[in-house]
């Protein structure tokens, strides 16, 4: 029941069938040990004793035929009644963010399927304990174990065979399973994407990389990008460029440093370095680059830019985030040493505006590849991070020596002089201080799970639910053990399902960021709007 309370984002029943069956199993465990535990306190026996004396006899024979069956109505009734209130709290959710509701009787559905869950996972559990059972038992008849020490090394062989079964056995086979399937859509185009011929692009006919050894995110990425019509149409002067956009796929090159080699290698030959504005960007898991971002800043920019990523997983980013977050750190790394060496090589007055971005895992990456904020404002003129994940060591650093009397939801740092955090643009100008260059900013929306999630939840309240935290429709988030964990874990797979500015959706708000991190000289609110308008244009 209590995983039927709000959290940070809507869900349907499904999602609800799934977190109150697993918090369900959860807290019948724990009963189950905690009556055992108690049956073996001798003041607990004691009380249970005293208890009974204290009821007459007839009205214990009188009650006992009726026990069962009285709470089987109460858990009933109380079920029914937080499913009832769960539909009101998620169509209040979704209202305020202009999605669909459930209906209650819609909501309802999840009650059947959740003790489902639930009775699965005890079933399980009580499989494990059969198991347990027969070694203990086993080891006592066999091998002569004396019986506390037949179950210690029961539990313990039967902890080893379930952590060998299930990560070499089931996750192993799954993920090789899911890595090929995956690698074989990295061969495979989106609808539309076609070869580029500009010499700005890698993959061109006269690219070092080769076309089909960009993958399907990579072809994509140096496919798109605005037209020239779109670009003189945001243009201040009517002077534009095309922009350079470099990639290098995981079959480019096989490792992250000849990836980053090829890249600057390509990027030279397109004349990037010759460009204003030079953007290093980490990709997710899959190589996905976000194209709004990217197209922002080269519309702001007339097209003087220049863009390199390389990819280094076929994973989506939340199941990389699992398997392949080193990958991601490592490439970041390997890519911003190689790209900084070539900038360091030109002369002070040829060298581009060096800037990096990263969204989701893509942070977490980007960061990576820095020490610090004072190393990160040291080796770049400005940075963009999207929906970092609470894992991000730098982001968690300055969250943890926010300004007193900030929240992580609105955090200030250092009154905002160096870096900054946002969920919207008026947070961007927050606080109306002074904010010196090279400037660092990261994009936050208090209802992003991604940015919140972590396996701290399980045990402990996080610091951001330590005061009231309110996510959508305003209905504030409650932390409780277990069940917390379980509520933004399934917020993570739904964090993409929802309208622009909600979630771990960021693209309403990007070009706002780029304004405020690498805005040309001279910029206006005016200048700002008609970028807007060609970047609605072409998402209409």
Request: aromatic fraction near 8%; hydrophobic fraction near 45%.
């Amino acid at each position: 029941m209590l995983a039927m309370t709000p959290s940070l984002l809507p869900r349907d029943w499904l999602f609800q069938a799934l977190v109150s069956g697993i918090s369900g199993a959860l807290g019948y465990g724990i009963g189950v040990a905690l009556a055992w535990a108690l049956r073996h306190l001798r003041a607990w026996r004691q009380l249970v004793v005293v208890a009974r004396h204290r009821v007459p006899p007839r009205v214990r024979v009188a009650a006992r035929p009726w026990r069962l069956p009285a709470l089987a109505v109460l858990v009933v009734a109380g079920l029914v009644l937080a499913l009832v209130n769960g539909a009101r709290w998620q169509r209040e959710m979704t209202a305020a963010i202009g999605m669909a509701g459930p209906s209650t009787g819609d909501w309802l559905r999840a009650g059947p399927l959740l003790v489902l869950v639930a009775a699965a996972f005890v079933l399980l559990a009580r499989g494990l304990r059969w198991v347990g059972l027969r070694v203990e038992r086993g080891l006592q008849r066999w091998l002569r174990f004396p019986r506390l020490l037949a179950g210690a090394v029961a539990v313990v062989l039967l902890a080893v065979l379930t952590v060998v079964l299930v990560n070499d056995v089931l996750l192993g086979r799954a993920l090789s399973a899911v890595d090929g399937a995956f690698a074989l859509a990295n061969t495979e185009d989106h609808p539309g994407v076609t070869q580029p011929g500009a010499a700005e692009r890698s993959g061109s006919p006269g690219s070092l990389v080769p076309w089909d050894t960009l993958g399907r995110e990579g072809r994509r990425f140096v496919a798109e990008g605005p037209t020239a019509e779109e670009l003189a149409a945001a243009s201040t002067t009517g002077a534009t460029r095309t922009p350079v956009r470099v990639f290098a796929g995981l079959d480019s090159a096989g490792t992250p440093e000849e990836r980053a080699d090829l890249a600057v290698a390509d990027l030279e030959r397109a004349g990037g370095f010759d460009r204003a504005v030079l953007l290093v960007v980490t990709t997710t898991g899959s190589g996905w680059v976000n194209d709004s971002a990217v197209s922002a800043l080269e519309l702001m920019h007339g097209g003087d830019t220049a863009t390199v990523a390389t990819q280094y997983s076929y994973l989506p980013s939340w199941l990389s985030f699992l398997v392949d977050k080193s990958r991601a750190a490592d490439e970041a790394r390997a890519l911003a040493a190689a790209v900084e060496a070539r900038v360091d090589a030109l002369p002070p007055a040829d060298r581009p505006e060096l800037l990096a971005y990263g969204e989701s895992l893509g942070s977490y990456g980007s960061e990576s590849a820095y020490d610090s904020l004072a190393d990160i404002r040291a080796r770049t003129d400005g940075v963009l991070w999207v929906g970092p994940p609470n894992s991000n060591p730098v982001w968690h650093a300055l969250m943890d020596r926010r300004d007193p009397g900030t929240t992580p939801a609105a955090p200030v740092y250092a009154s905002g002089l160096l870096v900054r955090f946002a969920g919207d643009t008026e947070q961007i100008a927050t606080p109306p201080t002074a904010w010196e260059d090279p400037r660092v900013l990261y994009l936050q929306h208090a209802s992003d799970p991604i940015v919140w999630w972590g396996p701290d939840l399980l045990l402990s309240r996080p610091d951001w639910l330590a005061a009231p935290h309110t996510g959508e429709g305003g209905l504030t988030m409650t932390w409780y053990p277990l069940v917390t964990f379980w509520q933004l874990t399934f917020d993570l797979v739904n964090s993409k399902a929802v309208p622009d500015g909600h979630g771990h959706n960021y693209d309403a708000l990007t070009l706002d960021g780029w304004v405020a991190v690498a805005a040309p000289d001279g910029w206006s609110d005016a200048d700002t709007a008609r970028v807007r308008a060609v970047l609605d244009r072409r998402d209409g």
